[in-house]
């Protein structure tokens, strides 16, 4: 459907680009002009009538109509009129008025009364950058069966938008459920399609047949179902002609380092890259690269030599990688690409490229979204999910308050006594009267004067990475901020209490609580709060599946915006919910596999 000049003009007003978005802007109100004779107290209603009387003052007019239609007549009142309104109304004249009509004691008023000239339809009014009639015009010319059919929606949605926008009944001044399900779902489809428009096919710089079963038969543990399926994804798209873009996203301790490494042995001979957010991070994937991999491997930090990397099948680095002469390489990975700003993943890929060729792209997360945002993120990313563990991990959540402190001290000394570690987490580094939590500076102290081998850290520490890797191997307590939510592997760690836990969200809370119990080792998550009861708290502490968190932190706050690659809370969509409507994102995206 072509647009004329003027027409993309009014879309370019509205702030649209197609006419699905059109259609969506649906009326504010409706306003009755049919005719009918029967009077309606405390309703808006048409009158057919004379004008009998005039009489202007300073703030009113006041008119007498004779109602033709009810055979009535009525006082009518224009409180604080407009210049044009004072010569609107004249003796003798006969018309069609619109106003608010109401009967006292036998005298019938109609308030704020004004011609109107489309009769016996139901007309609606619009809230947008236009005049209400030239917004209705342009809906009328172009939101028709005809055109979005062609859009690409399907019957029953054409027929619930147009019975909003051309209604033949006045409808109810709540969405029912089958005009909200119609929303939702034009709603999602012009999302999805917006998002289908933003992904571009490149040709792959290596296009190859792999396998990986060779390698998994080697390995001291069988992966789970889930690790094999992301890793058959990944040997699909390395095969193709066209390079992938895949997003895998684990659960905590879901084991996606052996589907990174995994890739890296189906891609050689050709040359791979790894970028990690944090030298603790790259250490520990270069770690277990050399343990379960027969290639080159090499470490790139701002502590590491500047040495010829074409030598090497495997480089692994952090955002250093970013100033070093790369070779080409035939996939780029990056993990915990959420750490990483677009441009620096841009950045990364294009130093491999070749030309117009581009290199795979994998990134890992391993902070689990919605299931729904999964389905969603697909129309422009393939994803994979991995939502089990290697293993079932073993541990007890629990909400305490200041009563249960004594308790609280017993545990950590059995723990330490056992040789295992407890991390306490709080909610600032300095002293701040607008919090009821006391900080690291404040707290340190008492643990310090009564615990040994205690370690303080936080996110704006320089040496934040030794201090972590000096508490894995001496010490007994570590202090700190959320700096540890994804990080360094601490095989002892078996307690993490996090104070003021209700300023956090689940998803971080969930991260934190993923940092214990890594090998096996029976663990504790403590979330101290002030509050008399949380309901949110409560409801974290029964659930153990990161993505089954994701879904719980959707209800409490709403979706950011997918498209902006912005997560702030709030949300960019007015009918459709992320938490509830998994079922219409299903429909949608099957319907434009069809279109």
């Known amino acids: 459907m072509e647009l004329t000049q003027e027409q993309e003009a009014k879309f370019k007003k509205l702030g649209i680009h197609s006419l699905a978005e059109l259609a969506l802007h649906i009326p504010s109100s409706y306003e009755d002009h049919r005719v009918t004779s029967t009077l309606v107290p405390q309703k808006y209603q048409v009158i057919d009538a004379t004008v009998q009387s005039v009489y202007r003052s300073a703030n009113s007019i006041q008119i007498t ?7 009535h007549t009525l006082s009518g009142v224009i409180f604080k009129p407009q210049p044009y309104m004072l010569h609107a109304f004249h003796t003798g004249q006969r018309d069609y008025f619109y106003g608010f009509i109401d009967c006292k004691m036998g005298q019938c008023t109609i308030t704020m009364p004004r011609k109107v000239s489309h009769i016996g339809k139901i007309t609606p009014k619009y809230k947008s950058k236009l005049r209400n009639d030239t917004h209705a015009k342009l809906v009328q010319k172009l939101v028709t069966a005809e055109n979005l059919f062609q859009s690409g929606l399907k019957q029953e949605i054409v027929e619930a938008v147009l019975k909003l926008h051309f209604p033949s009944e006045l409808p109810p001044k709540e969405l029912n459920e089958t005009s909200l399900q119609a929303l939702k779902y034009l709603e999602l489809f012009i999302y999805l399609l917006q998002l289908r428009k933003k992904r571009r096919y490149f040709k792959t710089l290596v296009s190859k047949q792999s396998e990986y079963k060779t390698w998994t038969k080697k390995l001291p543990f069988e992966l789970t179902l889930e690790q094999q399926n992301a890793i058959e994804d990944i040997q699909k798209d390395f095969s193709k002609e066209v390079a992938a873009r895949r997003m895998i996203v684990g659960d905590v301790g879901s084991g996606k380092t052996m589907v990174i490494l ?3 042995y189906m891609m050689h001979p050709y040359k791979s890259v790894l970028m990690a957010p944090t030298t603790i991070l790259a250490n520990q994937l270069y770690e277990e690269a050399q343990k379960y991999l027969d290639m080159q491997v090499a470490l790139v930090t701002n502590k590491t030599k500047k040495v010829d990397l074409s030598e090497y099948d495997f480089i692994i680095g952090t955002h250093a990688l970013l100033y070093r002469e790369l070779p080409e390489v035939g996939v780029v990975m ?8 677009t441009a620096q993943r841009n950045l990364l890929e294009k130093l491999v490229s070749s030309g117009n060729k581009k290199p795979h792209f994998l990134q890992f997360s391993a902070t689990p979204i919605p299931r729904t945002q ?13 939502t089990s563990t290697p293993y079932k991990k073993d541990i007890d959540s629990q909400v305490i308050q200041k009563k249960d402190f004594k308790d609280l001290l017993e545990h950590i000394k059995e723990e330490i006594a056992q040789k295992n570690q407890v ?9 701040s009267e607008a919090l009821e939590y006391q900080s690291i500076d404040e707290a340190r102290s008492y643990w310090e004067k009564n615990f040994e081998n205690v370690y303080v850290t936080h996110g704006k520490d320089k040496d934040k990475e030794q201090v972590l890797l000096d508490f894995r191997d001496n010490g007994d307590i570590l202090i700190a901020t959320t700096v540890v939510e994804v990080g360094i592997s601490l095989p002892r760690l078996s307690t993490v209490v996090i104070v003021g836990a209700e300023r956090l969200g689940l998803s971080t809370l969930h991260q934190l609580r993923g940092r214990v119990s890594r090998t096996g080792l029976k663990g504790y998550c403590f979330l101290y709060t002030n509050r008399q009861e949380s309901q949110r708290l409560e409801e974290f502490v029964k659930t153990t599946n990161g993505f089954d968190i994701a879904n719980l932190d959707l209800r409490y706050r709403k979706s950011g915006d997918l498209l902006k690659g912005e997560s702030q809370s709030g949300s960019q969509f007015k009918y459709f919910d992320f938490a509830l409507d998994e079922e219409i994102v299903s429909e949608v995206k099957s319907d434009l596999l069809k279109a």
């Open 262 to 264: 995994a890739s890296a």
């Open 423 to 431: 991390l306490l987490v709080y909610p600032l580094v300095e002293q």
């Open 334 to 341: 990056v993990d915990e690409q959420h750490r990483f700003g």
């Open 374 to 386: 999964a389905m969603i993120e697909s129309a422009h990313i393939d994803v994979s999910l991995i």
């Open 65 to 71: 109509f004779f109602a033709h239609n009810f055979g």
